[in-house]
Structure formats: structure tokens, C-alpha cells
């Protein structure tokens, strides 16, 4: 009988103990006793907040990262990754990175609003607005609150350039929208691809679509005129690196035009939770792969250094950079760079917009 598909990526919920969140250990009392009888508690199910914010543009200060801003109409990701370097983001909301994370999820519904306020600005200078740099523009929510999608009507309407880096074949359903701004050179694209095999698929992104599908999302936005990079960001050494030759290779067949890889990263509360994750999901090998972990990351679980984290040091980060280049270049995708234009933009029509 097939193994049933994890519910989550996390095995448990992790306390920070940076922030005022607390850990809660079993201490005998009632509600312990009541899982012992009762057994298992129920499937977590998620729950969405409506979150205020006042600015929806964020501005980037790492000087090892290509974009300048950005745009997150979510907080928390359902995908459920257990890699993702977003997870302590929800400490600072005093829940936790782990199921927390992946189940107690915020949207932003006025983020268009604000978004046309901010690009209606005196003095706004247009540059590429990135979305997916910390949790998935199109995880399944947007399927119902639809905030991406209106984001990107109201960048179409003002001609101005977008990346969007995801892991989803939802980013077709928006094909209307982005095959019209990448004739203009406003639109691109990263899926991110990081196995092929559905039953490590199923377990580092439990709630991610299918490799196979993501790829079909690469050859459909192809088709239609959009440039499409493929990522495959993490590797995870002896889990997922023996399947990069064969990923760059699918994805040149389906049409994708370049390719990044990243090795995985653990920053604060992700260490914990991807140890205990190794412990579940792969007991026979999880201290081969936190070894070869440490030794890309200076012996520690991870390196926060700029530049350094991207790319990592020592032989094995050099053996991962040596395959990754003859890969692109046997697949031919080492040839392209996203290039966006910038001249088209004109600010969006409103109140202010009528001044000009």
C-alpha cells in the first residue's frame, strides 16, 4: 500500500527563544493524560488573519541579493518546506517557525491598495518589484484572496517590471497577465524545481505541487512568450544533489532559458526543525547529511556571512558549483540573465496620479 502524503513539512512546534514565545514540555498533567487516551490530536488545520500594514514595498540592504524590492501579500507558507529561511520570520509575531508557520497564515487584502499609493509617489523610481523572496505568491490561498494576481493587474496597467520566483504551476493562471508584459521585456519567472522524485517531493514540500507539474508550468509560460529560469534552491547534500543534472536537464526541455542553485541554508529555528526532520524522514542517513552540512557552512549548522551563504566553502560547496556549471552548460542555460525594462513606466491613475 502507498505511503499516505505528509500533512506538514514540520514534525513538531518549535519555541524561539529569542522572542516571548515558550516552549511547552509534557509535565503529567491533564492534557497529556487526555492524549494518551484520546490518542492522536486532529489534523492542524490552517487558519488565515487578515494582517494591516501600512507600506507593502520592501527595500533590500544585502548586497549579495539581486533585487532591490519586493512585495509578500503573505506571511506564513502552507507549501510547508521544511528548508524554508522564511520560518523564523514567524517568531517575530510570537508563534512559532515550525507547524505554526505553515498553518497560522496572515494576508495582506489592501496590499494593491497600498502598492498603487507607493508607485504613486512623487519621485518613485521604478525598478523591478520581486515577488516570492520570502513566502510563495502563489501558495493555495491565492487561489481564493486572489492578492497576487491584483498586485500584478495594477503593475501591467502601469507598465512597470515584476520577477516572480515560485514553486507553483498556479503562476499559469495568471498566464493573461504575464504573457502581455513579457512581450513588453516586464516579465520572468524561477519555479523552483528541487527534486524530480515524488517521494522526497512529498516530504521536504508536502503541500508543494508536483515536480512534473511545475515543469509543465515551465513549458506553458514558455510557449507564451515568458522567460523562464528554473531554481533549484536548496540543495540538500546526499537527499537532493544527486538529482541536479537531471532536473537542469528536464527543465531545458521544457524550455527554461537559465538556472541558479543555492545550497541549504539552517538560519536560527530552521536547524532545529530540519535536524528533527532528517530524524523522521531519514534516520539512516541524517548525520552523513548534517556533517556535509557543516562542512559547507564552516562547521556550524549555518553561515549567515553576505555572499558566503549563497554560495557556501569547502570541497563539497566546490563540487556543487563545478557539476552545476557543466550542467547549464550542457543543457544550455548558462546564457541568459533576467533583464527587465524600466523605461515603460508611467505612474498609476488616482488622485494623485491626475496631478502630473
Known sequence: ????????????????????????????DWRDAQAVIDGAP???????????????????????????QS??????????????FARPSHAYLDLSPGLDFESRLFVKPTAPDLLRAELGKRGYICKPIAFGTNTDPYQPIESTWRITRSCLELLAECRHPVTITTKSNRV?????????????????????????????????????????RRLAAIRTLTDAGVPVFVSMSPVIPHVTDHEMEHIFERAAEAGARGAFFLPVRLPWEVAPLFRAWLDAHFPDRAGKVMATIQSIRG?????????????????WAELLRT????AVKRYGL???????????????????????
Open 1 to 28: 500500500m502507498a505511503k499516505s502524503r505528509p500533512v506538514r513539512g514540520a514534525t513538531f512546534n518549535d519555541a524561539s527563544a529569542r522572542f516571548n514565545l515558550l516552549a511547552r514540555e509534557a509535565d503529567g
Open 42 to 68: 486532529p489534523p492542524l488545520r490552517t487558519t488565515v488573519t487578515v494582517e494591516t500594514s501600512r507600506t507593502i514595498i520592501s527595500r533590500n540592504q544585502s548586497p549579495d541579493i539581486s533585487f532591490e
Open 71 to 84: 512585495v509578500n501579500p503573505y506571511r506564513g507558507c502552507e507549501h510547508g518546506c521544511i528548508y524554508c
Open 172 to 212: 499559469v493562471k495568471d498566464l493573461d497577465l504575464l504573457a502581455p508584459m513579457a512581450a513588453q521585456g516586464l516579465a520572468a519567472v524561477m519555479l523552483s524545481v528541487t527534486s524530480l522524485d515524488p517521494k522526497i517531493a512529498m516530504t521536504v514540500e508536502p503541500r508543494a505541487p508536483h515536480p512534473e
Open 299 to 315: 562547521g556550524k549548522d549555518n553561515d549567515p556571512g553576505f555572499f558566503t551563504r549563497m554560495r557556501g566553502q569547502g570541497p
Open 323 to 326: 557539476r552545476f556549471t557543466r
Open 334 to 356: 548558462d546564457g541568459e540573465r533576467m533583464r527587465l525594462r524600466t523605461d515603460l513606466f508611467r505612474p498609476p491613475a488616482g488622485p494623485q496620479g491626475e496631478l502630473f
